[in-house]
């Protein structure tokens, strides 16, 4: 795998997450009490044995850079190759699909490149996969674009599907209002042979194209080899509140979270120094995913519980996610909660959602 490039696009400005994307990119929203959305790719292609990896960001990117940082988490800190964070041109305004836009500002640093093909992905699934079997598919059927993608149960709005023949050779990609029956669901990974990524790009350029699927995968059908990959394994694609919850809550079930972060392929993050959690004489914890650093004497069920949260004596957390330094005080009680971090909850306070609608607390907020 030495010889494929990664290029994450850490802006997907199609995902709205509401609070939690005011201040930061979908790719650093903070996930499962320890982790962000991006680790999910970035350790993927370092266990796919990648050692050159760009990060390609929109202009809200405090935040994903205070967690890369230099790469060192994933081995990525290196004096050659290594983790490379690719800005916008300042007078680039991003909006809607912009991965076509963001490619097309990283042409030098892919021409610049020793590599031969290019895995291309979105930083907003969660999954635990591995590009090495694509890259070699990609390879024996000699394509010029590989497109991952994973059958579903029903087609979505939003989502872009891809009709593929008996040899995996994609013939049509479908939308949602089309009548044809196909649910083979894009996640948004792509392999690319490298000199025909930037043919395409700067014909997207010239003719001022800006969609991805529309003119980088749909408008090539007929001239180059595009070829389907169904990836079998778990995979999410958080794209909007209720798509976060909901794969959080997936998290309680034993065979999903092994699939996610107990197989032989690691999922790294950045590390903190944080003393074990404290569960004091009232804790009672039932089904719970708890990270280090917090101070426990209260009640929590099916909830996610992140860094140095602190739920005091009398306190009841169920079906909630309670980001880093969150404090919930005496008596409170929430349920079908999203606190974003340095959240307090004061005294005797009550905050309920739905499960199909949880309510969000912006970050630094007191209620």
Known sequence: MLDTLGVIIACNNEADLGELTRIRTVSAVPFAGRYRLIDFILSAMVNSGMNTVGVATGHNYQSLLN?????????????????F???PAQDVVLTGDCRVAVLTGVIRFLERSKQHYVVVADSNNVCNIRFDDIVLKHKE???DITVVYQQVKNKAEGETYVDTDENGSIKDV????????CLNRIVGYYVFTKDILINILENCMMHGRKRFVKDVIE????????????????LRTVKDIASYYDVSMELFETSKRKDLFMSEN?????????VPTRYLAHASIKNSIVAD???IDGTVENSIVFRGVTISKGAEVRNCIIMQDGIISRKATLSCCILDKNCVIREN???????????????????
């Open 219 to 234: 408008r090539n059908l007929n001239r180059l080899k595009i070829y389907g990959y169904r990836f079998d394994g778990f």
């Open 174 to 181: 479908v939308y949602p209002t089309d009548r044809k029956k």
């Open 141 to 143: 059927v000699n394509a």
């Open 67 to 83: 967690h890369i940082g230099t790469g060192k988490p994933w081995d990525l800190a290196r004096k050659r190759e290594g983790l």
């Open 266 to 274: 690691k999922i790294f993050t950045k590390s903190k120094d944080r």
């Open 349 to 367: 306070k009550m905050l309920i959602g739905q499960q199909d609608f949880p309510l969000v607390v912006n970050k630094n907020r007191t209620i």
């Open 293 to 295: 650093g917090c101070v």
């Open 85 to 87: 964070v690719l800005p």
